[in-house]
DNA sequence: TCTGATATATAAGAATATTACATGTAAGGG
DNA sequence: CCCTTACATGTAATATTCTTATATATCAGA
């Protein structure tokens, strides 16, 4: 798994993206990134619900209470309008900063 | 300039990269990097000490004062062998790192 | 002598992460 | 029926890290 360090801000990005397939609970949205990123990513769960009480407030999410077909209560979160306008740009900067430390490196190499 | 959320944990690899070159003070690596990254990555200096101290802790970096031609001191940092086996391991988690969060995205654009 | 660049550092407060704690339901096996 | 595992959400205490502001001091050039 990789290191708590290293993974600080990336979890914004994936609970965005992974809402961007549709609407999802926390339980589910960690098990799928965790099934989707082959294990690299992987969050526990007290330090998930506290980040989508705070992206929530930002309104790039939101939450509702429903109950599944086995009757058990979950909240399930959406992507909203401001959340999906955010996506992109994220994304940009995520790129951006990967080719820096690309760039980085190749320097420290040549 | 990349926002501050998205560059947690970049910097230990930004400044261990930077130290590959050789020996450098911190105000000259943060200059180097902001450089070399063409803007994207940034760090405040009162950002860049505090962190500079915790690698000297963990023994990944070594700092000695110096006294530059022009008289004056500053503390210059180089890499320890322990700080060099740690670059190649960081930057494999790294590029994991980016791989999950392209996964992600594939997946929701899928 | 004043300003801007160089150079390092600390303090206070905000944000975030980790670990541990706390609760409860459902499903399946023994 | 009981026990365990998986499901599902949360809080509290603590630790770590980041930001903003402040402080100090030298040097070069106008």
Redesign the interface.
């Known amino acids: 798994m ?2 708590a ?6 979890a ?3 609970v965005l ?2 809402l ?2 549709g609407p999802l609970h926390g339980y589910e949205m960690a098990r799928r ?1 965790e099934e ?3 294990g ?2 992987r969050f526990t769960l007290a330090a998930l619900y506290p980040m989508l009480y705070r992206m929530e407030q930002r309104r790039w999410i939101r939450g509702s209470w429903e109950t599944s077909d086995n009757g058990r209560r979950r909240r399930c979160y959406r992507l909203t309008p401001a959340g999906k306008k955010k996506l992109s740009p ?2 940009q ?2 790129s ?6 690309r ?3 190749k ?3 040549a």
């Open positions: 990789i290191g360090g290293i993974k600080r801000g990336t914004e990005l994936a993206s992974i961007e397939d990134i989707q990123t082959k690299a990513l994220l994304r900067e995520w951006e900063l990967f080719q820096a430390l760039r980085l490196k320097v420290a190499n």
